[in-house]
């Protein structure tokens, strides 16, 4: 299947999503066909992009209450931050990218502090942090009540509503005590450049047909999902103008 790629004004122009095969014993991305039921709810993004905080949007799940918003000012891209109690729990709210017109978005849900990688040693706290992603998008029980390849535990859930020409720029998660992460696409369609590299790839549309040529692009349609060893780098492209939501949630080693 032969798909356009654009990104934040950048045409990476018409390549073919003819995907390799891969496995995660090789420290590949391996994607999941039909992982999860497909649908999502975009009530709750739909008006954060109109400029609402959360805590009007939503009542706090059972088990948390609501103790605050906060907004970092030199964070040009931070829309509000949501302090939860109990535990110093947070939801932080952020556009994805600067770029003008790009209305991709994400809400992460985690602890502590955002410089220093703390969660992976509290998994009281990280399991909290699950729940209230739960709590507020029940969709992300449909990830995090399924076995995946890669066993572990659940640290780190963020949820990503990319918009059309939104997406990320090459990037790898390398969080301590994290084994992998799994992504799975609600609603909307994604493309991925996904490898083992040694070095950060260009975010070039070179570079992007390069890398779909060899089979490194793999598209993800609703229900399916893709699951990435630490270290993997990855470039997300939003694909199509319809509604867009996904969980990205990380598995820490046993």
Request: charged share 25%.
């Amino acid at each position: 299947m032969r798909v356009r790629l654009r990104r934040r004004g950048v045409d990476h122009g018409w390549v073919a999503a003819a995907s390799r095969e891969t496995s995660l014993e090789r420290g590949e991305p391996v994607v999941v066909r039909g992982a999860v039921r497909a649908g999502a709810s975009m009530r709750i993004v739909e008006r954060l992009r109109a400029g609402e905080d959360l805590p009007r949007i939503a009542a706090a799940p059972r088990g948390f209450r609501w103790a605050g918003v906060s907004v970092n000012a030199t964070d040009r891209r931070e829309m509000h931050k949501l302090h939860v109690k109990p535990g110093g729990l947070y939801v932080k709210v952020n556009w994805l990218s600067a770029h003008p017109g790009d209305a991709s978005l994400r809400l992460r849900f985690s602890y502590g502090t955002e410089i220093v990688d703390d969660f992976v040693d509290d998994p009281a706290q990280a399991r909290a942090s699950v729940r209230l992603a739960e709590g507020l998008f029940p969709e992300c029980r449909r990830v995090t009540r399924r076995r995946w390849p890669v066993r572990g535990r659940f640290i780190q859930p963020i949820v990503y509503a990319n918009a059309p020409d939104g997406g990320a720029l090459f990037h790898h998660d390398d969080v301590p005590g994290q084994a992998a992460v799994v992504f799975a696409q609600f609603a909307g369609r994604t493309a991925w450049l996904a490898l083992p590299a040694r070095g950060r790839p260009a975010d070039t549309p070179a570079t992007t047909r390069r890398l779909a040529a060899e089979g490194w692009l793999f598209l993800l349609r609703p229900g399916d999902a893709i699951v990435m060893p630490r270290r993997v780098w990855h470039s997300v492209f939003t694909v199509g103008r319809g509604p867009n939501l996904a969980l990205s949630v990380g598995i820490a080693g046993p």
